[in-house]
């Protein structure tokens, strides 16, 4: 299963960005889909994520700033990034967890997209 980012980009602070990450491959269910990030120097960290449909998770630092949402038809999951701070500066990963045709589960990430907040 292959995850194709994009969205990122350089954003002032303030300003918004939207995320996609759409999966291909031998897909026959998604259990969860995730948003990671990683800063120059620091550990990589879980913002959002979303499980059975339903169940979404944001890291303390993102609530009320960032929504997750996806969309099963696409295969895609999103992340809407509003009012961004300078903090939010990192590479985006997203993660997908399922199964695949012949009841093979499989764990994927993607490369990462660059996000760059500054003034």
């Known amino acids: 299963v292959q995850l194709v980012e994009s969205g990122g980009g350089l954003v002032q602070p303030g300003g918004s960005l939207r995320l996609s990450c759409a999966a291909s491959?031998?897909?026959?269910?998604?259990?969860?889909m995730r948003w990671y990030r990683q800063a120059p120097g620091k550990e990589r960290e879980l913002v959002a994520g979303?499980?059975?449909?339903?169940?979404?998770y944001y890291a303390d630092s993102v609530k009320d700033r960032f929504t997750i949402s996806k969309d099963n038809a696409k295969n895609t999951v999103y992340l809407q990034m509003n009012n961004l701070k300078p903090e939010d500066t990192a590479a985006y990963s997203c993660?997908?967890?399922?199964?695949?045709?012949?009841?093979?589960?499989?764990?994927?990430w993607g490369r990462g997209t660059q996000v760059t907040v500054s003034s």
């Open positions: 491959g031998n897909i026959l269910s998604i259990n969860a």
């Open positions: 993660n997908v967890e399922g199964i695949e045709f012949g009841n093979s589960p499989f764990i994927s």
């Open positions: 979303i499980t059975g449909g339903v169940i979404t």
